[in-house]
């Protein structure tokens, strides 16, 4: 008998562990929260702000319920314990269910106060609140419009997730949503950890731990954690800078690296002064956002890079956007062969090395 209540345990135990701390496993299967109440939840990407709202209520109801249904469980799988006579039950069975069931009811009466008058008392909303501006519903919606462009950065390590729109910072753990205005942040790295995965091939990950702290009065500081290879990304999309300890040393991602060697050996290249009848450069191509400042000319001797010919686009793109069409035409499992690569132009599929780079004077 002993046995059936052990096995009950253990495996209640372990479905608990799954559905709080879902392993990547059952994230990919789709067994969380958010999946599960999608119906309800409705959809992230249109309402970000309402959407967590219910989804950390749900989900601290949820996990409320969970040391509960422990009990109603064990019953149903040994009625001999006799678990619902309370004068007959075991004492430290009705400890444990006066215990959690207060819990529980705790959560229940919390979550009613919360969602009064269309939640207004929800602690995202209280944070809302907190930013200041004319009403957190305008707020709100603020956000929601920057969270469905395409362009936001995202990240997630285990039940968290980071978003960086254009002018937020959100984290969204299991039962709250951490929201910063980035014009109002001072962001450190405060450090580094190194994980090392394998022995023999020597590769590892290392994560960065960003304080984020809000300048405005009653904000508070939040951490953000993220691999080091997305800070290249996550420094693009913020528009504040990001402080980092001297003894703190941040690995990049490869693509950052050869960005950093692309640019260096373009600027090393002779320039190209654009004709005096030349119409005005335009913005890139590439990513809109930079005006275009690279001409391809064909510097390289014939011996060097047999097939590299003249070509006779207009300059379209900028320095980043070159260098990463270059890289993206490598052979990804040879970086160390990139630099002396070649590359189609992105225009006219006239060959070209990185010797033929000019930045336009
Ligand atoms: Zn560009
Ligand atoms: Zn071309
Ligand atoms: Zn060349």
């Known amino acids: 008998m002993v046995s059936v209540e052990l096995g ?23 067994i969380t929260v958010q999946n599960i109440l999608a119906g309800w939840l409705g959809s992230e990407d249109l309402h970000f702000i309402y959407y967590h709202v219910k989804r950390t209520a749900a989900t601290t109801l949820i996990h409320a319920a969970l040391p509960l249904g422990y009990y109603v469980g064990l019953s149903i799988v040994s009625p001999h314990l006799q678990l619902w006579d309370f004068a007959l039950a075991p004492t430290p069975a009705l400890v444990y269910f006066a215990v959690f069931s207060t819990i529980f009811c705790g959560v229940v009466v919390m979550n009613y106060i919360w969602s009064r008058k269309g939640w207004e008392r929800h ?21 929601n419009v920057e969270f469905r462009r395409i362009d936001k950065f995202s990240s997630g390590i285990g039940g968290t997730r980071l978003y960086i729109t254009d002018s937020w910072i959100l984290k969204s753990g299991p039962y709250n949503v951490d929201i910063a205005h980035q014009a109002n942040v001072h962001l450190h790295v405060i450090r580094t950890e190194d994980h090392v ?23 508070k500081t939040f951490t953000i954690r993220l691999n080091s290879t997305e800070y290249g990304d996550l420094k693009n999309k913020l528009s504040a800078p990001i402080h980092a300890a001297r003894d703190v040393v941040i690995r990049q991602s490869l693509s950052d690296m050869f960005l950093e060697a692309f640019r260096e050996q373009v600027s090393q290249n002779p320039h190209y002064t654009l004709p005096e009848d030349a119409p005005p450069t335009e913005p890139c191509i590439g990513c809109m956002q930079t005006q275009s400042n690279i001409k391809l000319v064909k510097h390289c001797e014939e011996g060097d890079h047999g097939e590299c010919v003249q070509c006779y686009c207009r300059p379209m793109w900028c320095l980043e956007c070159m260098g990463k069409w270059f890289s993206s035409r490598q052979d990804q499992s040879h970086p160390e062969r990139w630099l002396a690569g070649d590359s189609p ?12 780079v000019c930045f336009i004077a």
């Open 8 to 30: 009950f345990t253990l495996g209640y135990i372990l479905v608990c562990l799954c559905f709080v701390a879902p392993p990547s496993e059952f994230r990919a299967a789709g």
């Open 123 to 143: 602690p995202i909303v209280a944070r809302l609140k907190s930013l200041g501006g004319n009403s957190w519903r305008a707020t709100a919606s603020n956000i």
């Open 197 to 219: 995965i394998s022995h023999e091939t020597g590769t590892s990950i290392q994560y960065l731990r960003i304080a984020v702290k809000q300048l405005s009065q009653g904000g």
């Open 345 to 356: 132009c992105p225009t006219c599929r006239a060959k070209f090395c990185m010797l033929d």
